[in-house]
Structures are given as C-alpha cells and as structure tokens.
C-alpha cells in the first residue's frame, strides 16, 4: 500500500483558519456503515446518533504554551518548538536556525533566560532550559500557543481559550486533540441527560503528528512516539459499557491510539507509557464502535487510520463529499462520525 493511495485535493480556501463562534455549530459528516448514505448534520446533534448507555472516550491532555524564539550566541535568530518535557527544567524540542546549533552552545530566550543544547537526536534537540522555577510553570507566562503549520496567522488571544478542550486538564502536548475542540458544557450537558457517560484517557500529542510520510510505501514509515496512559477507571468503564450492550465511541484519532495501543490479547487493559502504533488499512480496530474525528491531511498518518477504521473507499468517498459540499478541513475545521466499515 502507497502513500499515494490516500492523496485527495483540497483547496486551500477550505482549510480552516479560525474557530467558528460557537464550538457545537460545526458541521458534522455521518458516515455509517456499509453502503448507507452520507448525513450531513451539525456537531450539536450529536446525541441524535447516540443512545443511553454509551460511553463517549475522550483526550483530557492540555496543550503547553510550547513556542519560544531567542537568539544563538553569534546573533541569529532562533525558534523553538517544545516537543516534550523532561525532567531537570529539560525538554525534547525543534529548533529553527540558520545553522543548527551546536551541543554546549546556548540560546538567550526573548523572554528571559537561556536554553543550554545539551545534545541532539536527529530532527530533534535536548535543550536544559534555566529559567526562574519549573520549566512547566514558566512556560504558561512565557511561552507562546503553537498553532498547527496550515493555519496561517499568528496566535490570537482567542487561541488560548479555543485551541484547547473544555476537558482539558493534564499539560504535556504540543497539539490540541482536535476532535474534542467541537464538545462545549451545552452539548456535554444534553449527551449526559440523555444517559451518555463519559470517560478520559490522556495521550500528548506531539509535533510529530504534523510530519509528512516521506516514503511512499507506508510499510517503511517510521511512526513518532507520543505519551500516552489508560487508567484502570477507564478500563472498568469500558467493560461495563460492553456487559450493559453499549458502543464505545472514541473522540478523536488520540483516543483510538491510546486505546489500541493499551489492547493485551484482545482485552483492553491498564497502560501508561510511550506508543509508536502505526494502525493502517489491514490493521483492525477492536476498541471502539464509533468514532468522532475531525478531516485530516492528504496522505497523513492519520488519514491512515480512519481508513481503517470506516474501510478506505468509504473514507475517500466521504473527503470528496465533504470537499463537494465545502466542509471546513484540520484543527479548527468540521467534524465526522464514523461507524466501521463492517456493522458490528
């Protein structure tokens, strides 16, 4: 299977630059299974396709203030995109430069003190940042929202309450869980009414997600590692729903991740730690029954797993539907619900 198997195209007129006022008025793509019609509908009448007893998973992972720009010792200018924290005020992170700098110089940070390069492992840096306290809680006053590569403005004012979810609460990513972004207290409120239960799981979602597939035969893609933990609450969640016949419906492509990725034998157990899942077409999907997701990139890693999930000729099908009836494409765009290819 190629890359190219996955292309579609978009106009740049469709990719969504702004969130809409209101997070629940998103358009929502229905896509059921077999070779049943596509709906198109609204995000806020999500708890149409619901039912009592269902379980809505969702990413409470909360995005770090993870851009920064300072100046190399010789003068040039540098930008530094957090990928992940470590211990001792350290961090994984990108950095843009002219000519990359070297292990033991330092970055004198526009916001006050330095970045140390400590080493490098391919595209990615380790930086010890000496700053006034933990490097977590300088970063909430002196970094900067990292707004996905597509979305060509800087970070308003707005982004700092939009870009994260109303769930949010465990800092560590560098993206936002996208799908989650549609869900404010009006629609949580009509989905629990209706007997809808909720449950959490936290995966980081890092810079990674937004690298190209650079080979073309995916099978020698190398997939980026991301954090991720599935609590045992959530796990007994799961299997109550299951015992009480109810459909568990993940929030985005980083509930599936985490979910598939904590799967032993069939059966979801507790996990907490580092995921290079690669899920694909041939690969199935034994964790949820449903999934809400947002429209992703051409030829993306994520593309990939929603064509698992919902079968990829129904997903190509369903991109160019949306791209026919002038969806709003990635972070700040509309929404899908995918039921699996094959009724369960």
Same mark, same amino acid.
């Given at each position: 299977?190629k ?17 809409? &006022? ?6 929502l ?6 070779d ?5 509908? /609204? ?5 149409e ?7 809505? %998973? ?6 770090? &203030? ?6 190399? $010792?010789? *003068?040039?200018? %540098?930008?530094?995109?957090? $990928? ?15 000519k990359?700098p ?12 330095e970045?140390?390069v ?6 990615? +840096? ?19 929202? &990292? ?5 060509q403005?800087?970070? *308003? ?7 994260q ?9 560098? =993206? ?6 549609h869900?404010?207290?009006a ?10 239960e ?25 997939? /980026?590692? $991301? ?8 796990? $007994?969640?799961v ?6 016949? *109810?459909r ?6 980083? %509930? ?5 990725s ?13 995921t290079?899942?690669f899920?694909?077409?041939? +690969? ?8 809400v997701?947002n429209?992703?990139?051409? #030829?993306s890693?994520l ?6 999930? =919902?079968?990829?000729?129904?997903i ?10 002038? +969806?709003?494409f990635?972070? +700040? ?7 699996? #290819?094959?009724?369960?």
């Amino acid at each position: 299977m190629k890359k190219s198997d996955f292309h579609f195209d978009l106009p740049d007129a469709l990719i969504a630059q702004a969130p809409l &006022p209101e997070r629940s008025a998103s358009r929502l793509l229905v896509v059921p299974s077999g070779d049943a019609q596509f709906t198109d509908r /609204h995000v806020r009448d999500l708890p149409e396709f619901l039912r009592p007893g269902d379980l809505l %998973v969702f990413n409470d992972t909360r995005v770090i &203030p993870a851009r920064l720009f300072g100046q190399k $010792e010789s *003068g040039g200018r %540098v930008e530094i995109l957090i $990928e992940r924290l470590l211990p001792e005020n350290a961090a994984r992170a990108q950095v843009g430069a002219s000519k990359s700098p070297k292990p033991g110089s330092r970055i004198q940070l526009d916001a006050g003190g330095e970045a140390e390069v400590v080493g490098r492992d391919g595209e990615f +840096y380790q930086l010890r940042f000496h700053v006034p306290g933990a490097l977590e809680s300088w970063l909430q006053k002196a970094g900067r929202l &990292p707004l996905p590569p597509y979305i060509q403005r800087a970070p *308003g004012q707005d982004d700092d309450e939009r870009y994260q979810t109303v769930f949010a609460r465990e800092l560590g990513a560098v =993206a936002a869980p996208t799908a989650g972004l549609h869900f404010d207290d009006a629609l949580l409120s009509a989905l629990r009414d209706q007997g809808v239960e909720f449950g959490h799981v936290t995966l980081h979602v890092g810079a990674g997600t937004f690298q190209p597939m650079r080979v073309d035969n995916i099978l020698e893609h190398h997939m /980026h590692s $991301e954090w991720l933990n599935v609590g045992a609450a959530l796990v $007994e969640q799961v299997r109550a729903t299951r015992a009480r016949g *109810g459909r568990v419906i993940a929030v985005g492509t980083t %509930v599936v991740r985490a979910l598939e990725s904590a799967m032993r034998d069939g059966d979801l157990q507790p996990f907490a730690g580092e995921t290079q899942i690669f899920i694909f077409p041939g +690969y199935r999907i034994r964790s949820v029954d449903a999934m809400v997701t947002n429209f992703h990139l051409p #030829e993306s890693t994520l593309l990939m797993l929603v064509s698992a999930f =919902a079968g990829r000729d129904r997903i190509m099908a369903a991109y160019a539907h949306a791209v026919r009836e002038q +969806y709003r494409f990635f972070s +700040y765009g509309d929404a899908m619900l995918l039921f699996p #290819e094959d009724a369960r």
